[in-house]
């Protein structure tokens, strides 16, 4: 059993930045692939950005170069650093991992991000 704490998320200008973090728990886990996925209103919902264990990143083209992703194997956790950010990244955000031991995910309850003036 896993269990995924997020923390971060808010209210922010159109051009501000926030850390969304996210820390998984559990006895004897070993996670290969942590990330976020996020859900607008009405759309369905969509990668942002996932890491594998090895470091390896995979960002959503919608926004890289404005947010990137962060792991510490150690703690089990995973940030996700966003900048630059736009009302269109107004969602729920959920972080989610990948056990070694089997392939389908485990879910965070969602955190949202409002970006509004």
């Known amino acids: 059993q896993v269990q995924l704490e997020e923390s971060g998320g808010g209210l922010v200008q159109p051009g501000g930045s926030l850390r969304l973090s996210c820390a998984a728990s559990?006895?004897?886990?070993?996670?290969?692939?942590m990330g976020w996925y996020r859900q607008a209103p009405g759309k369905q919902r969509e990668l942002v950005a996932a890491?594998?264990?090895?470091?390896?990143?995979n960002v959503a083209a919608s926004v890289k170069g404005r947010f990137a992703i962060s792991r510490d194997n150690a703690k089990n956790t995973v940030d996700l650093h966003m900048n630059s950010l736009k009302p269109e990244d107004t969602a729920v955000y959920y972080c989610y991992v990948v056990l070694w031991s089997r392939q389908t995910p485990d879910w965070g309850q969602g955190t949202q991000v409002t970006v509004s003036s």
């Open positions: 559990g006895s004897g886990i070993s996670i290969k692939v």
């Open positions: 890491v594998g264990f090895d470091g390896a990143t």
